[in-house]
Structure formats: C-alpha cells, structure tokens
Nanobody
Framework: QVQLVESGGGLVQAGGSLRLSCAASGRIFRINTMGWYRQAPGKQRELVAAITSGGSTNYADSVKGRFTISRDSAKNTVYLQMNSLKPEDTAVYYC?????????WGQGTQVTVSS
C-alpha cells in the first residue's frame, strides 16, 4: 500500500502563488507517474499536471505557463508551484501516484483564490 499526504493549500488572492507538496510513503518499489488533479464544486475531477519517473511533464491547457510540477524521486515527493493564480483555480487538489499498475490518491487539499 502507498499513502499520499498533501500539504500547502490555503487561501490566496488572485495573482498570488501557492506551492503544494505530496509525499508518498509505505511499501514503495517504484512510482511511475505522479500528478495533481483538481475538482471544483459541481465539476468533474480534472488533470492539472503530471510528471513521469523520467521527468516528462504534461499540463492542462488552463495552467500552462503558470503552474510547474516537479518531483524529488529520492523522497517520493511531488510538488506543484502555482503562480498567477485565478479565481477559477479554486478547487480541491488531489495528489495521484501510479505504482505497479495501481492508482493511489491523497485526501485532497483546498485551494481558494479570492478575486
């Protein structure tokens, strides 16, 4: 089993920045892709950004140029640096890890951007 614990959410004004962290623990052999998803009220969960074990990244169009995903494989930790935040970025952000073919999820962290 793999446990994911997120941190770093909060309330910020539009134009501000936040940095999310997600640390994986447990019986970890090799985590492939790690990523961040978000879910706003009344909307489906959507991919924000993902990073493979080789460092390849993928971003949602809505966050390109503003968000940066990074990863410390030695610490099994993934980060999401969010700059130029907009009110539409308000959502619960979930960490995801793909480990030996299974998906694992964190409990979520709230990000609220005020206008």
């Amino acid at each position: 089993q793999v446990q994911l614990v997120e941190s770093g959410g909060g309330l910020v004004q539009a134009g501000g920045s936040l940095r999310l962290s997600c640390a994986a623990s447990g019986r970890i052999f090799r985590i492939n892709t790690m990523g961040w998803y978000r879910q706003a009220p009344g909307k489906q969960r959507e991919l924000v950004a993902a990073i493979t074990s080789g460092g390849s990244t993928n971003y949602a169009d809505s966050v390109k140029g503003r968000f940066t995903i990074s990863r410390d494989s030695a610490k099994n930790t993934v980060y999401l640096q969010m700059n130029s935040l907009k009110p539409e970025d308000t959502a619960v952000y979930y960490c995801n890890a793909l480990h030996w073919g299974s998906d694992y999820w964190g409990q979520g962290t709230q990000v609220t951007v005020s206008s």
